[in-house]
């Protein structure tokens, strides 16, 4: 057995600790994929982030021998992975774009319907935080959706709520998101 | 957790989403939000802006991106560590760079982020305190808030106060700040270390004081003081204690609102208890420099008791209301009592730190610097000390035994202070007076010193204040208040001529009783000498400013404003001031308030609004009259406006009866007598009683002509205040030239 698989193990036996261990490892491997893909497709290409997440779980665990649970923790900490990557380079591409040094994103500049999907999701990690005080479990709905990409079904095995609940807490999630940093704006 | 009626609302709007048909949808909501507009106007807000939420969204979950620019970016920086929030920041910071800083060593961590210190290359080679905001939160509003006040920031350049130089945020997104590097310990554990005894104590307090006031006319309030922000550094031998941490607070503290944002607070801000009763309420009031008074307050009650008025454990115990209504309603004890109460070792071991016998520290506790404290944590920020200066200047003056502001000042007080001071002179003072020209000569002496002794604390103001040029909004307002305590020092020395000066620049100011009786006293001042223009200025301060309603105090403002406007000959502006006034007192139900706002409303004749509104006012006032002699003084007075009132009406009859009754009651009151002949000479003259009109017309007048032959004084209620003869006076303009010099064409 893997690390991965290990780990996932360790999650499904209580040990909430071990969760702190495979965000690290989803994240490398998230990367590396990426990194291989860009190796392999040309330039113009685009990708999904569920494509990157299933194919990560192919990888790391493989299919078949594992528990569906296993399937669910590995989801999730792949969506915060998938989180982190996409905020990193939104920042870092921003961060070019202002010409490098220190960062500073000013608010005014951004019109909120037409954005970029990079100023995007940092406007949504941002608002995001400020949620994840508030309302925790929505919060968890949003990387997930959001950023990892997964269904609505998948988000429901993760949580261990229904779908309707998920439904629920998206559609309310994405209303509250969209106020505060209309708000904002 | 949301708020019941945002949960309630998002139940409905979740719901409402699945109805397509618009009316069906209409229908749902009528039945489910009922009569509460409130919650509808929130669910259909919510249905509203689903259009725009869903296009915002639509890559949600199919988010795609150009592979080769994201693995680019992701080959550029190969280990980032990956965590955010609430992780703490690990040592691997070492060595790194965050922007133009390279992080050298950690310094320490507090409630709200790691302290490094940190080298900057360029533009100049120095090293710095580099704070990094622990808990991940919103990054941008952080720096945005922070760059708003950068520039007063940079403004403040005292040798008290670390300089915060830059702000930014970290690769992985956290907000930082950098500050001048201070290398020194806690206030309070280098008082205790060093064993100061109060009088050191104090002396250092005073020098945070006046860095804070320096602060405070740059227009940055600190928000955040406590001890851990105060560091104390020995320099060629000496303590200086620096603030650190400057502007921070604000950027980090953001909108406050509710109970799930404040556990956030207390994890950044630490300690509930230095913070204000206002900055605990977090309902959107202003947090202004009298919050940053609150707190130096605690800090002074710290170095002197070494305990805080509240401790936090005791605040925090029944959670946010719990410490809401603690911070609000219980009264701190003193701090001789608090002092008092401790056990036998623990009093010895503070004493023992202060380097005096316990009972010795009691005793000097008790008094003048229990009552500094105490007026510092007053829980009205209108009644502590209006600026930071204002409280060194106090605590200066105990130390000088001189008597201080914080005590309402009585003879034997001040001859007690005066002893203490000047125990030989005194002594030799008081014999040789006493044997040569006796008591007279002991208050001249005495008078003297205390003049002397005003006149260098009025000087230190001065210079305190022409110091600086204005700046900033919040600096004009430290400046304001300033003025308002000088000139309150200068009224009770009878300069009243400088006090009107000072306050003669003053553009607005924010309520407190201090300000109120100043700007009483010179509106008086000046309208006894008929200065109208400055008379209704200082009264236009004082209204707009004090909005208490149901104040006595301030019904009787409204009476002395109203005859200034006229005599001003502004009719504009008493027409405006009447309608204000109208508008404050419309739904009283007070006859005593209803009374005075009649009569102010009633200088001049009234348009159909004004009179219609007076109405109400015209019955309560009535009808308190038919349960007459419980106070006679009030009810004669409720004649005169029932009889004006009724006079503007139109109801001359009427009018004549109440200035009669008004007329018959035993106590001689000549201003209250004038008007009611004026009045009723009015009435008269309505009826067609030209010959009794004008009778009575020379009896108001007579009366009038000699109180202002005489010279008009502040007067007093048996015989009219000198607003009840501007009164008269206004009255008896409008009935001379309607009776004497009757126009045949009048309009």
Known sequence: MNDVTLILDAIARGESQASDELLPLVYNELRNLATARMLRESAGHTLQPTALVHEAWLRMVGDGSQAWKNRAYFFAAAAEAMRRILVEHARRKSRLKHGGGQQ???????????????DKNLLVDDALNEL??????????????????????????????????????????????????SDQV | M????????????????????????????????LENAVLRAAVEDMLASQAKVDKFFSEGGS??????????????????????????????????????????QRLGEGGCGVVYMAEQEKPVRRRVALKIIKLGMDTKSVIARFEAERQALALMDHPNIARVLDAGMTQIGRPYFVM???????????????????????????????????????????RDIKPSNILVTVIDGAAVPKVIDFGIAKAIEGRLTDNTIFTAYEQFIGTPAYMSPEQAVMSGVDVDTRSDIYSLGVLLYELLTGRTPFESKDLMQNGVEGLRRTLAEKEPQRPSVLVTTLHGSALTQLAHLRQAEPLKLITLLRGDLDWIVIRTLEKDRARRYETANGLAMDVQRFLDNEPVMARPPSRIYRLQKLIRRNKVTFTAGVMV????????????????????????????????????????????????????????????????EEADDLVGKVSAIKPSLEADSVLRALGEWNALRGQWTQAAGRFKLLLDADQRDNSWAITEDLLKAGPIQIERGDMQGYEHFRRAALARYIDTTDPVF????????????????????LEKLSEISADSMKQSGKDPTMEAWRCVSLGLMTYRQGYAPTSKYWCDRCLSYPENNPGRIATAHIIKSMSCYQLGE??????????????????????????????????????????????????????????
């Open chain 1, 104 to 118: 500073r994103l000013n608010i005014e500049e951004i019109d909120l319907a037409g954005t970029a999907p990079d």
């Open chain 1, 132 to 181: 994840e005080r508030v309302h925790p479990e929505r919060a968890r709905v949003v990387v997930m959706k959001y950023f990892g990409g997964m269904t609505n079904k998948e988000v429901a095995e993760a949580l261990g709520i229904g779908e309707r609940s998920v439904d629920r807490h998206w559609v309310c999630a994405k209303t509250w998101l969209f106020k505060k940093l």
């Open chain 2, 2 to 33: 949301m708020e019941a009626v945002t949960e309630k609302a998002e139940e409905i709007f979740y719901s409402a989403l699945e109805i397509k048909s618009p009316d069906e949808r209409k229908a749902f909501l009528d039945r489910a939000c």
């Open chain 2, 63 to 104: 988010q795609s991106f150009s592979i080769s620019e994201l693995a680019g970016s992701l080959a550029e920086k190969p280990d980032p560590s990956g965590k955010e929030d609430a992780t703490p920041l690990v040592d691997e910071e070492l060595g790194k760079t965050i922007g133009p800083y390279k992080i050298l």
């Open chain 2, 180 to 222: 001048e590097l201070v290398r020194g310990v806690k206030i309070t554990e280098y008082c205790d270390q060093n064993e100061l005894d109060t009088r050191q104590r104090l002396e250092l307090f005073m020098n945070i004081c006046r860095a804070i006031q320096h602060a405070h006319q740059k227009g940055v309030i600190h």
């Open chain 2, 433 to 496: 007076a006493l044997a040569l020209i006796g008591g007279l000569g002991v208050a001249t002496w005495f008078w003297y010193q205390e003049r002397e002794a005003r006149k260098r604390a009025v000087t230190a103001e001065h210079m305190a204040l022409d110091a600086e040029k204005q700046q900033a909004q919040l600096r004009m307002e430290a400046e304001d208040r300033e003025r308002i305590t000088q000139a309150a020092f200068l009224i009770s020395q009878n300069k009243l």
């Open chain 2, 594 to 613: 209803a009374e005075r706002t009649l009569k102010i409303c009633l200088l001049s004749s009234a348009d159909a609004d004004v009179m219609k509104s």
């Open chain 2, 690 to 747: 030209a010959a009794a009109a004008r009778a009575e017309l020379e009896l108001g007048r007579d009366l009038v002509t000699a109180e202002f032959t005489k010279g008009l004084g502040a007067g007093n209620g048996g015989v009219g205040f000198w607003y009840d003869w501007l009164f008269a006076r206004i009255l008896l303009r409008e009935a001379e030239s309607m009776i004497e010099k009757p126009a045949p064409f009048e309009k």
